[in-house]
């Protein structure tokens, strides 16, 4: 599947576009929430084009959204399964985004929040070409599959210090887990946040991404 139904912004300059940049949402969201973001950080990128892609199922723990697998079971296994059974899916878009505008994957940055963020981690550590970077919002890194990173794309961390969904605890794991795989990788607490992306993180991420796009 490479034609996930998806939400696009900008280039904001009005050109051709000379970067990619997919948002990945969350459990029960889907890819209208994280177009939002878009905007906000076409002001660092104005010549990068925004997709926030739905993930690939309706999401089985609410009436409403999406996922991009089923999160009913946290046994790692069957974390690993899902993650692993999603992950081709989005490399899949990935591939068909970066053929439809032309761009090499140094060109395309993973943004994801939560479970998005678990995407972006795996997925993009495990493409050919590896992604220009990746950045994870309150996510977690899932180790499933094999460990050795076939891409070391730059990697930032943002992380609410006050998340009652995905443990604050997990910034520092996944730093570490990263690290050891020879990833160049930031981390940024957020003091005082809960589970949500806060002004200051999208700044850091929209400079995160200007100094690692074309």
Request: proline letters at 10%.
């Amino acid at each position: 599947m490479t034609d996930l139904p998806s939400f696009i912004h900008g280039p904001a300059s009005g050109t051709r576009p000379s970067a990619c940049v997919v948002l990945l949402h969350g459990l029960g969201a889907d890819g209208a929430d994280l177009i939002e973001l878009a905007p906000t950080l076409a002001e660092s990128l104005p010549g990068a084009v925004f997709l926030a892609p739905d993930g690939p199922q309706p999401c089985d723990l609410a009436p409403f959204g999406r996922q991009w697998f089923s999160l009913q079971s946290r046994l790692p296994a069957d974390l690993a399964r899902g993650i692993e059974a999603a992950s081709p899916v989005l490399a899949g878009f990935l591939q068909a985004t970066l053929e439809r505008f032309g761009l090499p994957a140094s060109a395309l940055a993973l943004v994801g929040f939560s479970q998005g963020a678990m995407m972006a981690l795996h997925t993009g550590l495990r493409m050919i070409e590896p992604p220009a970077a990746v950045v994870a919002l309150s996510g977690r890194f899932l180790a499933a599959g094999d460990l050795l990173a076939a891409s070391r794309p730059p990697v930032l961390l943002v992380h609410g210090e006050m998340d009652d969904v995905v443990p604050f605890s997990e910034m520092a794991a996944a730093r570490a887990a990263l690290a050891g795989l020879g990833v160049p990788v930031e981390a940024h607490a957020r003091p005082g946040l809960g589970h949500a992306i806060d002004p200051t993180g999208l700044g850091l991420t929209g400079a995160f991404l200007r100094r690692h796009l074309p």
